[in-house]
């Protein structure tokens, strides 16, 4: 047994409860998919992202199944931002999902990727129009956003002699709040319904579909419900008073992972609704209007197909006992991977057992920076320089959202089904920051 320091510190919740003694609880993540972490980290450092195929999978074959048991025609488009790293995306296109991007950038990156524009939805507030052209030249839905852009793509329909398809993108109350209103047209207040009577009277475009994306994390399956009802008022609407045949409603993305919100106190087993949950609402929503024709539902859903398939694995770096007594540990993973850790608090597990007694501790991150705190008060048993943790559940907007910031971004795995690891993601190095550098001659 290793001789730890002894140190008298006040343990505010350590009341034994039926899970047993909060100072001896430790909770243990070995292995991802039968592959020793510690193994990982050997082979290609740490910190180290990490993916797991066989979650992916069982995640998206859990949504598909939940929705198309109870709907004829279910399409899910595979939600860029969420996380577009290259093989991330072709998984979810090798099982059927399509592609959802809100730029340029990434609609450039899916069809890297092998989608054809006519799979590809392009959302977002700021669609330049050299990139609308090429979206509608090669056939791409688009989602509008403002009155600018119906300009935009009236110019473009005049320039190239066609009518383009086309849907809006609705905001509406849901009954959550704060409402998303930044985005689209409001339904309550009549504006969609004025904003396709524009369209209608441009002649140049043509209403296919509507679309809303009511929120991120929405813990509410009725939302959608009120969501979906709007949608279908509206589209009935439209179809009377202009002649339009909107093939499909598209109710964005927004359902919850399995994360833990920070201010929340119950897990998120018990608040988290289940694929069933939300597609029972939705669906039943639909039903609720016995349309002859049933439109198509368009599901964008990111978060919760991929946040519970992502791990960032770190090293114990150092070990301290701030002034006020608590423990601190400096681990290689901070915040500019980690930017969900401002919402959720993680869970995060160790390698194996360790021995001793667990105490508060906070764990930050390598970042010379008061902000990089990766949780701020966590039970565990003394750990050493080594010492391996997995954060989880990681998968959703962190890598997208993650910079070279003081350190190098890391390497990226992902575990197949056969539970073979491969590198996904090169770490960055010093060449690749570097490389879109310019120093002016008179500062060489
Ligand atoms: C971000 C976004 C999504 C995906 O949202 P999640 O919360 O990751 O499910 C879907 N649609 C639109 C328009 C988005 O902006």
Known sequence: MKYEKPTINRVDFAIASKYGSPLKTQKIRSEIDGVNVRELIKDFGSPLFVFSERAIEDKYLEFKEAFSSRYPEVEFWWSYKTNYLDAICKIYHKLGSKAEVVSEFEYQKARRNGIEGKNIIFNGPYKPKDALRVAVKEGAKIHIDHLYEINDLEDIAEELGVNIPVAIRCNMDTGIYPQWSRFGFNIDNGEAYEAVKRIYKGKKLYLTGLHAHIGTFMLSASAYANEVRKLMQLRKKLEEDFGYEIEYI?????????????????????????????????????????????PKLYLETGRALIDEAGYLLTSVFADKRFPDGKKGYIVDAGVNLLYTAFWYNFDIAL???????????????????????????????????????????????NYTQSMQFIRYRPRVVLIDKNSTPHLIREADDLEYVVEKEIVPDYLK
Do not use: H
């Open 351 to 397: 390698d194996k057992r360790y021995e001793g007694l667990n105490e508060p501790s906070m764990i930050n991150g390598p970042l010379c920076m008061n902000i990089d705190v990766i949780a701020e008060n966590i039970m565990l048993p003394p750990l050493e320089r080594g010492s391996v943790l997995s954060i989880w559940p990681v998968g959703a907007y």
């Open 250 to 294: 598209d109710i964005g993305g927004g359902f919850a992972s399995k994360n833990r919100l920070k201010g929340v106190y119950q897990p998120p087993e018990v608040i988290v609704p289940s694929a069933d949950e939300y597609a029972e609402a939705i669906t039943n929503a639909i039903y609720e209007f016995n349309d002859k024709k049933l």
